[in-house]
């Protein structure tokens, strides 16, 4: 089975098919409910051939996180080893926790980065204090 799956260019809006749906949302669902219809081997024969047109054909950008291609790779280990399934789901949900802890941290990095580059001062502290009165000495 070969699945041809075509991109619009960038920059251009996609098609919208006869009753105003996308129509790369009707190809995800395609593809979505063909790829549940195949046994977890097949299935995995197709990560393994997209994984393959990502090599060949994706920029860079596109390839995700270098955390998530280390899931993936102790994913395909994993895979390989012939883990149990509960293992690998337990260790992608993991995975998948950290990485969200790590890109919290990497958006509170650049937000920082960009009020530093900014030279915004940091406001004051509030206080509850009342200034201070004015008070007259009399000296005589």
């Given amino acids: 089975m ?47 051939y997209i994984r393959f047109l990502e ?34 789901r337990e260790t992608m949900r993991a995975f998948g926790a950290a990485d969200r802890v790590v890109s919290s941290f990497r958006e509170a990095a650049k937000e920082f980065l960009v009020e530093l580059e900014a030279g915004t001062p940091e406001p004051p502290p509030p206080t509850d204090e009342e200034p201070p009165r004015k008070r007259e000495i009399v000296v005589e």
């Fill in 2 to 48: 070969v699945l041809r799956v075509s991109r619009p260019p960038r920059g251009r809006r996609r098609k919208k098919g006869p009753n105003g749906v996308d129509v790369n949302e009707v190809l995800k669902k395609q593809i979505q409910r063909k790829l549940e219809e195949l046994p977890e081997e097949k299935q995995f024969q197709v990560l393994d």
């Fill in 55 to 88: 090599s060949e054909y994706a920029d860079i950008a596109s390839r995700g996180s270098g955390f998530q291609r280390v899931a993936e790779r102790v994913q395909d280990e994993m895979r390989r080893v012939k883990a149990p399934a509960t293992a690998m």
